[in-house]
């Protein structure tokens, strides 16, 4: 009796093992945490002590390790915030993996030594693993595509001409093909507390039995957790390999994007649509970081300073939110409703956003101001779309982070210009809209000072030639 009160009605099942490729050999793990860092895992239990832990936020680049993925595309990430349950199914490159013919130094490694771009060397097998990338890509030696390539990466020693020369050298390298990572069709299963769904249903069913399990997509800012704080999640639902939540389409009209599209797969349909954000995404952390964060994540975090929800505010975004009781549509302007804290109910999941393409007559811009150039969080930011016609502003809707406890559109500010018409003047109106606070960031006497100089910089955008705006004298 007491033996059959113990019995399970169900079997438990056989945690599954993480497969991925490092450096063309597949690795399968049993008895490691999922929760555990790339990093962590590459020194302490495989020695591969040529990349570095220098901040564990994913600021420095020490760390760089190169995702090959199935497609052929090499892309550089940090390796200190990836959880070693998202590399399963993939295929990961270490600077310890760089080898040329016959066991000779790769070419990077070469044209790095030739080029005396090294130092103190603490920071060189990062550089040489963006440096790889950069080459796989078969993208141009200019100096802007160079340096955003370099953004990721720190160098202390302040030795970064001889690496530009030495990315210079190997710009368009033919790099040999990767061995193709592991596959996997079914969801997987990771000591228990990391899941792995595959399917939209398989996910939405996780979301209802999983309560607590926090959902992650591309570890950007959960992976801090796990690297810096070393409190990972308990529990995880990974939503990467969702193909729902991984799709992008468009139309004449709008463009959807998947929750779990990470930065690098959407930049060009971004790109394309809404020329603006070329720039402004390019100062969005770096490459490393923009190939695994997502807009969904950036949305989902509710951070009052994340770089994409004043943009998609003024795009007027709306979000598809999903669970197994149904989908419906909300307005991005619904979605935040109070700090950090959003109108997504306990069972649902985020599944895509969706934006209108500009119409003719339409423009749009966007400003980021942060204490650094790149790799900073905004400390103002902002996005503009109006509707021009016969010199006049028949419509106009801006949003701004940094400036309330939520990313907001500035309702009276708006107001007041298709009003009077008078951009910079309609700053007088800020008050109405925003009280931003005081932090390390900035106060808010200064942010709300930069919000009205941001205005007055789009005054001069409307009046250049291309769009004949009369404008208030500035």
């Known amino acids: 009796m007491g033996c059959a009160s113990l019995q399970r009605p169900y079997p438990a099942r056989m945690a599954d093992r993480i497969r991925f490729s490092l450096n063309d050999r597949p690795v399968e793990l049993s008895g490691v945490s999922p929760m555990t860092t790339l990093l962590d895992w590459l020194r302490d239990h495989r020695g591969l002590k040529g990349t570095k832990e220098g901040c564990a936020e994913g600021d420095c680049g020490a760390c760089t390790v190169v995702l090959e993925r199935a497609d052929g595309r090499r892309e550089a990430m940090n390796s200190c915030i990836v959880l070693l349950g998202q590399v399963d199914s993939q295929a990961v490159r270490t600077v310890e993996g760089l080898l040329g013919p016959g066991g000779a130094p790769h070419a990077v490694q070469v044209a790095m030594a030739d080029s005396d771009a090294t130092q103190c060397g603490f920071c060189t097998p990062g550089f040489v693993m963006s440096a790889y990338a950069f080459a796989a890509g078969g993208e141009k030696a200019d100096p802007e595509t160079i340096h955003d390539a370099l953004a990721g990466n720190l160098c202390r020693c302040t030795g970064y001409r001889p690496i530009v020369e030495a990315m210079t050298r190997v710009a368009g390298l033919a790099i040999e093909p990767a061995s193709p990572p592991p596959r996997r069709t079914a969801a997987a299963v990771f000591e228990e507390n990391f899941h792995a769904p595959r399917t939209l249903a398989e996910l939405l069913k996780l979301r209802v039995e999983r309560r607590g ?12 957790l796990a690297s810096r704080s070393r409190k990972p999640p308990r529990s995880v ?13 468009e139309d004449k009209e709008q463009i ?25 995404l390019a100062r969005l952390g770096s490459r490393q970081i923009r190939t695994l964060g997502t807009i969904g994540g950036n949305i989902g975090t509710a ?13 007027e975004a709306k979000l598809l939110l999903v669970s197994t009781r ?7 302007d619904d979605f935040f409703v109070g700090y950090r804290k959003t109108a997504l109910a306990a069972d649902e999941v985020i599944q895509s956003l969706s934006m209108p393409k500009l119409w003719p007559g339409e423009v749009f811009f966007c400003d980021k101001i942060s204490k650094r150039r790149d790799q900073d969080i905004s400390t103002v930011a902002a996005g503009y779309r109006l509707r021009i016609k016969n010199g006049k502003i028949e419509d106009v809707r801006m949003a701004f982070g940094g400036m309330a ?8 500010v708006e107001a007041l210009l298709l009003k009077d018409g008078l951009i910079a003047a309609s700053a007088s109106a800020l008050p109405l809209d ?41």
């Open 303 to 315: 951070s009052p300073i994340g770089d994409m929800p004043p943009v998609l505010l003024a795009l």
């Open 213 to 224: 399990a926090v959902l992650l997509a591309g570890a950007t800012d959960l992976g801090l």
């Open 237 to 249: 639902i990974h939503v990467a390999h969702v193909p729902e939540l991984t799709a992008i389409a």
């Open 326 to 332: 149904g989908a419906r549509e909300l307005a991005l």
């Open 405 to 412: 406890a939520i990313p907001k559109r500035a309702h009276h």
């Open 434 to 474: 925003f009280e931003p606070i005081d932090d390390w960031r900035g106060t808010g006497a200064y942010r709300m000072k930069v919000a009205a100089n941001l205005l007055r910089r789009l005054a001069v955008r409307i009046a250049e030639p291309e769009f004949p705006v009369e404008v208030e004298a500035l």
């Open 256 to 280: 959807t994007i998947g929750a779990a599209v990470t930065y690098a797969d959407a930049m060009p349909v971004l790109i394309a649509a809404y020329p603006a954000l070329k720039t402004y």
